[in-house]
């Protein structure tokens, strides 16, 4: 793919998240799920109304700003409603959520693109991600959760593009890294989860390192190397490797320098044999408690501040103390606690999605109310819902590339330990191994420390983990579409088509569009849907 239609697809892909965010922001003059707290939280900021914050501040401080210069725009006016406290316009308090959302499928993409250097790879990583619809969703209302997210993916690809630098510029981009983890937990407490996966891919790289290098040992491969600088590898003794390690041998196929030749039978295209992630190791223990502790901690101190001067009631330690007792009060993972609990194994399957709207009108002309019941069960012809639910093909499919992932790392050892008769790893890893080891990682980091949380959680807890399964299924696209063969170029274009129909077809329930009860149920696959 060439830079110029890499650069026209991913304008696309970001006008097409720009306009689905945008378009009928205004469609419900009320306030939606969450929005009873966050945007009445944001409006507080300005009103200087102290309250009590059961989350850091700072999704509530960017809502307050949308608020703020929503209100000085001479447009988009036309509803009104008091609900925050204030006489706000909808589109006031859900814009700057809206524009922000947008950007996710681009950070997705430019994340994609430096952990392998394929334009094909990043453009489908963020067309993925713009078909997603839960991240649609909580783009669209003044919610929290898109802040997590995109300050923690900011993150990583900050980290990326220090690994890509030396000296100074490393430093910059390592400072920034800090800055953005600090402001993902900022905005809620499992944003620490996204630099808990930048700790695991460091402490996994230093483990290779150290297996490699480890003097005398006698269960690895004597002749190994990892190379920092650029990350080349070497044809260590005729184990010539090819375009993303594929190569099996230098007897048989002849690979180009420095390990880029391509193995025929799975790409048409030569491949780059660098991944930023080589140089993990060229970061020392300074750099991570640094740039990727006392930073993130400073800025999530600093965050507080504006709050804490608002609400004089506790002081730092003491809101921590009460926010943590809030949290333990809400009771255990059952529908008697909430009708949309879900524990985090019925996450990646989606078993459980959750409606944030839901009314019911006898015609599409028919206004709805502000504030109110549902029309009696049978009289409502037109039903307007708002789904908090992923895009079912791409959160299946993506979970299915990730077990994929999980077999590729864990089929290489066994593999060396059959043939061998020993335990240990490649002599050389690459660039898919680390893409691999890194996705794995994160998505763990980001799923299972909800394993021993006991009060009621919900799907959109899961934002922070599915988004390394859309790099997942991007990732096998981009393999199989690359291939010689035709089965596997096939498939990779039927998962793609697959993906992009499940969206459309299921974007009323995202965008919260008029359906009749049977379009309704057509779409509720499953009862544990409803």
Known sequence: MTKKWFRIGMVSVFLFSLALRFWGLERFNTLVFDEVYFAKFGNNYLTRTPFFNAHPPLSQYMIGIGIWIGSHIPFWHDTVNGLTGSLRSPWTYRWFNAFTGSFIPLVVAAIAYQLSYRRSFALLAGLFTACDGIFLVESRYALSNIYIVIFGLLGHWFLLLALD??????????VFAGIAFGASVGTKWNGLWFLSGAYLIWIAAWVIHLIH?????????????????????????????GAEGRGQGAEDRGQGAGGRGQEVEVSTYPLS?????????????????FYLGIIPALIYSIIWIPHLQLDKTYGFIAVHQQILKFHLQLGGNSPNVHPYCAAWYKWPLMTRPMAYYYQTAKSITEPLPVMGPPLPAGAGQVIYDVHAMGNPFLWWFGVAAMLFLVGMLVSQPVIIWVKEKRFSVPATLSVDTWIALYLVINYAANLLPWVKVTRCVFIYHYMCAVVFVF??????VDQCLRSYYQQLRALGVTISFIILVAFIFWMPVFLGLPLSPNGYKLRMWFNSWI
């Open 273 to 289: 044999s660098q991944t930023p992630l080589q140089n993990l190791t060229q970061l020392n223990i300074f750099h991570m408690l």
């Open 213 to 241: 290098y480890f003097p005398n040992s006698k269960l690895f491969f004597a002749s190994s190397s990892l190379k920092g600088a650029g990350g080349r590898r070497q044809e260590a003794e005729g184990r010539g490797q």
């Open 165 to 174: 630098n030396q000296n100074r510029r490393r430093s910059f981009w390592l």
């Open 471 to 476: 790099f997942a299924i991007a990732w096998f």
